[in-house]
């Protein structure tokens, strides 16, 4: 009998944890073009996602040097200003400023044909906040954009 009680036992033993405990990871997956666009303009994240992970892939050909493209995450009061930034920084620094508080996550740089990835945990987002999505290779931050939603 306490056999069969066991898994009920279990079970009632993980009602208390919270909601963090059964949270996910969630992944998406964007597409950048040597037409300066990403193919979304819109990312929703479920409120229950743990962490995000972003695999941005450059389904062009052009080389980094002449047509690079990153995924930068900021809130978007950030946004110009980052972009600016950007063009004033190098391929090696990823068109950002180093160690900048006001990106949230972002992939390095990539050419044609390349595929990067970041990860970041959600705890750094607010539901109902509001986020852009961009590219800070000089010239593409205020075309290549996209708002990001966490539920």
């Given at each position: 009998m306490l056999r069969r009680l066991l898994p009920l036992f279990a079970l009632c033993a993980l009602l208390p944890l919270s909601g963090a405990a059964f949270a996910r990871n969630c992944a998406v997956t964007v597409e950048a073009t040597d037409m300066m666009t990403f193919n979304l303009k819109t990312i929703r994240v479920p409120g229950d996602c743990a962490q995000l992970r972003v695999v941005l892939k450059h389904t062009g050909r052009m080389p980094a040097q002449a047509?690079?493209?990153?995924?930068?995450?900021?809130?978007?009061?950030?946004?110009?200003?980052?972009?600016?930034?950007?063009?004033?920084?190098?391929?090696?620094?990823?068109?950002?400023?180093?160690?900048?508080?006001?990106?949230?996550?972002?992939?390095?740089?990539?050419?044609?044909?390349?595929a990067t990835e970041v990860v970041f945990p959600t705890s750094r987002l607010r539901r109902g906040g509001d986020y852009t999505f961009f590219c800070t290779f000089p010239g593409h931050w205020n075309m290549m954009k996209g708002k990001l939603v966490f539920e």
């Open positions: 047509m690079g493209h990153n995924w930068v995450l900021a809130e978007t009061r950030h946004h110009r200003e980052l972009g600016l930034a950007g063009g004033r920084m190098k391929l090696a620094d990823d068109y950002l400023p180093r160690n900048d508080a006001r990106v949230i996550a972002h992939t390095p740089v990539i050419g044609g044909g390349q």
